[in-house]
């Protein structure tokens, strides 16, 4: 059904930034919220940031201020800028959609955050 695809991971040093994309099969403008999620080795996976259709955002605490998300409802996509990043945000970063016909997930992308 809903196919997403993350790109923009990598390796980059501390106090650098990343720009994740999220690309959706469908259009996103009926999709209820979009976000990105992100596991550490060892760790729950938790909530980085959330958006929904009327462009509300939520955020970690953990990353306020350093991270943004956005949505392109005509590109069908979902971006998180992230600046400032840390070594503890290094993790693999989760694209979802939840949706009417319910929750998927992307696949993953690897974010580390070493010198």
């Known amino acids: 059904q809903m196919q997403l695809v993350e790109s923009g991971g990598g390796l980059v040093q501390p106090g650098g930034s990343l720009r994740l994309s999220c690309a959706a099969s469908?259009?996103?403008?009926?999709?209820?919220?979009m976000g990105w999620y992100r596991q550490a080795p060892g760790k729950q996976r938790e909530l980085v940031a959330t958006?929904?259709?009327?462009?509300?955002?939520n955020y970690a605490d953990s990353v306020k201020g350093r991270f943004a998300i956005s949505r392109d409802n005509a590109k069908n996509k979902v971006d998180l800028q992230m600046n400032s990043l840390k070594p503890e945000d290094t993790a693999v970063y989760y694209c979802?959609?939840?949706?009417?016909?319910?929750?998927?997930w992307g696949q993953g992308t690897q974010v580390t955050v070493s010198s």
């Open positions: 979802n959609a939840q949706t009417p016909h319910g929750t998927y």
């Open positions: 469908a259009t996103i403008f009926s999709i209820y919220s």
């Open positions: 958006i929904t259709g009327g462009a509300n955002t």
